[in-house]
């Protein structure tokens, strides 16, 4: 533990998976860190679409990452990590295992494919299985389907570690962004019985101690009063 750091502040969420991504970076680092939880309402006090919560993120949505040792406020689970590796993974253990230019787009490809696709997309199918007022099978059925497609492309990545790490030489934050959003697959009501590499390397990955005491630490949070 960096004990002569002030702990950052991780703005979550019980249940969502973009703040543990972030929580598992900062776990993976060593930093010290507090979580607030906040809930979806509007509540100015409680929730992400209220007052106080909108001058830390004015996009309403978690997590949201404060340091109070730099003065930096960030959102965006992508933004977040990156802040997190350009400020205190000096040693580079989490980023690209290479410094050519091919490693850093091969990072780089892979966390904008979690941010902008399989993410979205298992987010769309959670909300057409869980959330949405009325039945929309069509939607369902869309976004279904383009989650499948992307585990499909991540299966075929995985072959190249043989299931231990999305990029081939190590686990990196890569790794960390997909992992919350991969485990929604029984919640989303999707079957990994298709991808035997991505349920060795979800295995994998939960067994790891920065992913489990990031969810104890998540999971264990008080709600922000
Ligand atoms: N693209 C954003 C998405 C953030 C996001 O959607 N967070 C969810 C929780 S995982 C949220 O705050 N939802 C609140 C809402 O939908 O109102 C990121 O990667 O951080």
Redesign the pocket.
């Known amino acids: 533990m960096n004990t002569h750091l002030k702990p950052l502040i991780l703005h979550a ?1 019980a249940t ?4 543990i991504k972030v929580a598992i970076a900062l776990e993976s680092l060593k930093l010290p860190y507090n979580v607030k939880h906040w809930d ?1 309402s509007d509540n100015p006090n409680t929730g ?2 209220g007052s106080k919560f909108l001058q830390i993120n004015e996009n ?4 949201a990452l404060e340091d109070p040792n730099t003065g930096v406020v960030s ?4 933004a ?1 990590m990156n802040y997190i590796r350009r400020v205190y993974d000096v040693e580079n253990t989490i980023g690209p295992p290479g410094g050519s230019a091919q490693d850093l787009v091969d990072f780089e490809k892979w966390e904008y494919f979690l ?1 902008t696709t399989l ?1 979205p997309m298992t ?1 769309q199918v959670n909300w057409f299985t869980h959330y949405h007022p009325t039945k929309n099978a069509d939607a369902l059925k869309r976004y279904q389907e383009q989650t499948y497609r992307c585990y499909d492309v991540l299966e075929g990545q995985l072959a190249k570690s043989g299931g231990t790490s999305i990029l081939p030489s190590r686990v990196t934050a890569v790794d960390y962004h997909f992992e919350p959003w991969v485990r929604q697959y029984a919640f989303a009501g999707l079957s990994l019985d298709k991808y035997p590499l991505i349920h060795k390397w979800l295995g994998l990955m939960d067994a790891r101690e920065e992913v489990q005491e990031a969810y104890l630490k998540i999971r264990g949070a008080e709600k922000q009063e």
């Open positions: 969420h969502g998976p973009n703040p979806f992400v679409k309403g949505r978690v997590p959102w965006e689970s992508g977040c941010l993410g987010g």
